[in-house]
């Protein structure tokens, strides 16, 4: 009888990328958690897990910051508010980092609004993550050109 060692870990398994998690909301705020998976080889887990933990960390502290500059414009009317609008969207020039190139930019909206739904109060989620995309993209136009638009 002859035994051969075979490797449980295949190259060939999971070659597809795996996408960046950003934790899981739970009733005491977004926790992150992973699961690790035995078919794969660990090295390239742990960088992966390395990079949504890294991922995770760098958002909780943008996602503070963007709750200052809410909070800076609380007392103003937000609907079709375009320095309200561009305020934000040069905030959310982070998702430009090199850290987040992988993540989806609608996964990074979605959290934004479930962690600071005073963002955008008067929409849902779906409305509100297009709205937060139109903000990101206003963030980055020149502020003179701004000045002579309006929202109509």
Known sequence: MKCIMMSIFNP?????????KLGKLTESGYEYSTKVD????????????????QAYDALNLEIEKL???????????????????CAIGS????????????????????????????ILPHLDD????KHLEVMYKLGQIN??????ASWD
């Open 91 to 118: 905030h959310l020039s982070f998702i430009k980092k090199e850290i987040f190139k992988e993540i989806s930019p609608y996964s990074i909206f979605r959290r934004i609004k479930e962690e600071i739904p005073e």
């Open 67 to 85: 709750k200052k500059v809410v909070k800076k414009f609380f007392s103003l009317k937000k609907e079709k508010n375009l320095f309200y609008y």
């Open 38 to 53: 035995f078919k794969r080889d660990f090295s390239s887990q742990i960088s992966d897990f390395i990079k949504e933990r």
């Open 143 to 148: 502020k003179k050109i701004l000045e002579k």
């Open 126 to 129: 779906k409305t509100a993550q």
């Open 12 to 20: 060939n398994i999971n070659k597809k990328k795996r996408k960046i």
